[in-house]
């Protein structure tokens, strides 16, 4: 204690303000998030959708509420939604979000109460509904636009965030039905910028310990277990990947790797590097288009047509170089064989 209170006088520490606030001790935020998970997961609550449990657990997860108190929260949010469609109280909660005061200790108790919240929560509803009849919230969404909901792994939290318009990669055509059930997740620092390589500095205990633990494991969600998928080649400069939950495909319950082995037959590629090069084309965000050649034919183009087109003007490209060299070769020929002047 008296090292930490020895960094007010150090000169590369900029001036702070301390006040004294009595805490009282209770469960650890490992074992609130718990109870958390296991209420969005509970019958209880199992008229709420998942984009509902997803708000809910982001108020808690990103720190805008105690997990204990989010509990306590969704008995109000559950009441104060009947009659309201479930649209409504999920813009109404996102818009709650930078309503909510920081639990700093200038913040008053009554301001993170439940009636406080409840109150808050209800303005929200009406003005959300007033915006839904004011504004062009009725126009459908571009068939090659679908809501992703995304996360943030830091080296010392996990952050929420979403759903928010991103355009298809195939996967998510693919499976057009189930695509809250993808989650994009970028690997970032605290301050949201990626992680750099730093001469004197090792990274190993969170690229090796923190990130590796993660893409190895999962991210629970509202009940929903997170794991790794796949990464497209722009994604993974911009240290972002896929991950999925389990869902049922008819009598079928597809994991990430029965996802991964409809992507194609990868089992002759045994470099590592190979197979994820040919298997990021899946993640690429490509909207389908159809170009008109004349008025009797027309081609669709896809982001496979693009593999097949490339691989056809490669072909092109070859008989080319072949004619440019056999032309070069005969005009050799013919020059050496010309009689020249001494």
């Known amino acids: 204690m ?19 606030a009595s805490v009282v001790a209770g469960l650890s935020f490992p074992l ?38 989010v509990v306590a929260f969704m008995d109000v949010v559950a009441s104060q939604s009947e009659g309201i469609s479930e649209a409504t109280t999920i813009r109404a909660i996102r818009r709650l979000q930078g309503q909510i005061p ?35 919230a ?8 679908c809501d992703i909901y995304k996360a943030t792994v830091t080296p010392t939290g996990i952050y929420l965030y979403g759903p928010e318009p991103e355009i298809k990669n195939r996967i998510l055509r693919k ?11 970028s690997f970032l620092d605290e301050n949201g910028e990626p992680i750099r390589y730093e001469r004197n500095t090792s990274n ?33 400069r911009a240290q972002t990947c896929y991950f999925m939950a389990p869902f049922a495909q008819g009598p079928q319950l597809l994991h990430s790797r029965a996802v991964i082995a ?9 470099s590592p590097a190979k197979c994820a090069a040919r ?29 097949c087109l490339l691989l056809f003007l490669s072909s092109l490209r070859i008989s080319a170089l072949r004619h440019f060299f056999l032309q070069g070769a005969l005009l050799g020929a013919k020059f050496w064989q010309t009689p020249h002047p001494p």
């Open 175 to 185: 499976h057009n039905d189930h695509t809250s059930y993808f989650l994009q997740v």
């Open 262 to 270: 409809g992507l194609g037959d990868f089992s002759l590629i045994r």
């Open 102 to 136: 920081f639990a700093g200790p200038n913040t008053e108790a009554v301001e993170l109460s439940l009636k406080t919240l409840s109150d808050l929560l209800v303005q929200s509803q009406h003005a959300v509904a007033r915006e839904s009849t004011s504004s062009s």
């Open 279 to 307: 298997s990021k084309w899946q993640y690429k965000a490509a909207r389908l288009s159809t170009a008109p050649l004349n008025l009797m034919t027309s081609f669709e183009m896809t982001d496979l047509g693009i593999s």
């Open 138 to 145: 009725y126009i459908v969404q571009p068939e090659h636009i």
């Open 32 to 69: 609130q998030m718990t109870q958390l998970n296991n209420a969005l997961a509970g019958k209880k609550f199992e008229r709420f959708s998942f984009g509902l449990k997803f708000q809910l657990q982001m108020l808690a997860q990103n720190g805008f509420l105690s997990p204990t108190t």
């Open 204 to 236: 190993d205990s969170i690229f090796l310990g923190r990130f590796q633990k993660i893409l190895e494991g999962n991210i629970n969600i509202a009940g929903r277990g997170y794991e790794f998928l796949g990464f497209s080649h722009s994604s993974l």
């Open 2 to 20: 008296e090292a930490v209170h020895a960094l007010k006088r150090a000169r590369e520490v900029p001036p702070s303000t301390s006040s004294n």
